[in-house]
Nanobody
């Protein structure tokens, strides 16, 4: 059974940075592609970044150049470094094993002055 535990969210001012972490268990982490999603109030959940088992990355246009996804296979952990944060980045952020249905509990990111 896949288990995902996100952490690192919080309140940050516009222009600030946060680093999210997601610890995965119940899978062979190194062979799975991983993704970070977010869901803002009243909006659908969207994929913001993904990383393949080989380390290739993709980003939504809205975060390109500001967010960086990375992984540490030794720690079964995927990260999302978020820089130059904007109020519209406010959302609950979730990680996911791409191709699997399980979700973690998410971590709240609030960008506000």
């Amino acid at each position: 059974q896949v288990q995902l535990v996100e952490s690192g969210g919080g309140l940050v001012q516009p222009g600030g940075s946060l680093r999210l972490s997601c610890a995965a268990s119940g899978i062979i982490f190194s062979i799975n592609a991983m993704g970070w999603y977010r869901q803002a109030p009243g909006k659908q959940r969207e994929l913001v970044a993904s990383i393949t088992s080989g380390g290739s990355t993709n980003y939504a246009d809205s975060v390109k150049g500001r967010f960086t996804i990375s992984r540490d296979n030794a720690k079964n952990t995927v990260y999302l470094q978020m820089n130059s944060l904007k109020p519209e980045d406010t959302a609950v952020y979730y990680c996911k094993v791409l191709g699997r249905s399980s979700w973690g509990q998410g971590t709240q990111v609030t960008v506000s002055s």
